[in-house]
């Protein structure tokens, strides 16, 4: 257990509609990083949060966005889905600011499922 | 370009034998290089984490090297059990923050 956590487990939903991906870091982390992982495919990054600030962005699509509250748990938003969108989305998290300096703990993962 | 390369795609090996993944990156300026492994349908976890003055790390059966001047790293298993089945990705990391992942190698154990 990595002592990330993600919600839900599984989501499945229709194209076009809007769903959230909830993520709560490790206990004291403040950098929460989001990925995308298609079937047989490699991680791809998405965005990345420190301290409820956006740091850095990956291929994050336009219809997709994400937040840091102030608990430091992070939201993904997709939007407008389609069935490419269809992934397992995984959320990370590490102790300080700097995505190369840090290992990352990932969570469990969220499997969207677009019909 | 920065790029992670992975090789092979996949493996499959009896257990109980060794096997090495291997890595090549073009990532620079070099700042460290991580191998995870990914279960299927589950968050990628740890296994050794180098940076530019080491050469070689182990964890248990796992032991990774490292060749700055060749940019190649390679993943050895020992004695391979059923459990080592899964992806193993490579993880480079460049200073500023950026950090590249290779496509994995799906290695399956066959008893």
């Known amino acids: 257990d990595s002592g990330v956590t993600q919600t839900p487990k599984h989501l499945i939903t229709a194209t076009g509609q809007r769903v959230t991906l909830r993520c709560s870091p490790r206990?004291?982390?403040?950098?929460v990083y989001w990925y995308q992982q298609s079937l047989d495919q490699g991680l791809q990054f998405l965005i990345q949060?420190?301290?409820?600030?956006?740091?850095a962005k990956g291929n994050i699509l336009e219809r997709f966005s994400a937040q840091q509250f102030p608990d430091l748990h992070s939201e993904l938003n997709l939007s407008s889905l389609e069935l490419g969108d269809s992934a397992l989305y995984f959320c990370?998290?590490?102790?300080?600011?700097?995505?190369?300096?840090?290992?990352?703990?990932f969570g469990p993962g969220t499997r969207l499922t677009v019909l | 370009k920065n790029q992670v390369e992975q090789s092979p795609q996949s493996l499959i090996i009896l257990e109980g034998k060794n096997c090495t993944l291997q890595?090549?990156?073009?990532?620079?300026?070099?700042?460290?290089l991580r191998w995870y492994k990914q279960d299927t349908g589950r968050g990628p976890v740890s296994l050794t984490i180098m940076t530019f003055s080491e050469n070689t790390k182990s964890n248990g059966r796992y032991t990774a090297t490292l060749d700055a001047d060749t940019k190649q790293s390679s993943l050895h298993i020992t004695a391979s059990q059923l459990s080592d089945s899964a992806s193993y990705i490579c993880v480079v990391s460049a200073r500023a923050s950026k950090i590249i992942f290779g496509s994995g190698t799906r290695l399956s154990i066959r008893p």
């Open positions: 890595c090549n990156y073009t990532v620079s300026p070099f700042s460290n």
């Open positions: 206990s004291g982390d403040l950098s």
């Open positions: 949060y420190y301290n409820g600030e956006e740091r």
């Open positions: 990370a998290s590490s102790a300080i600011e700097g995505r190369g300096y840090n290992e990352q703990f």
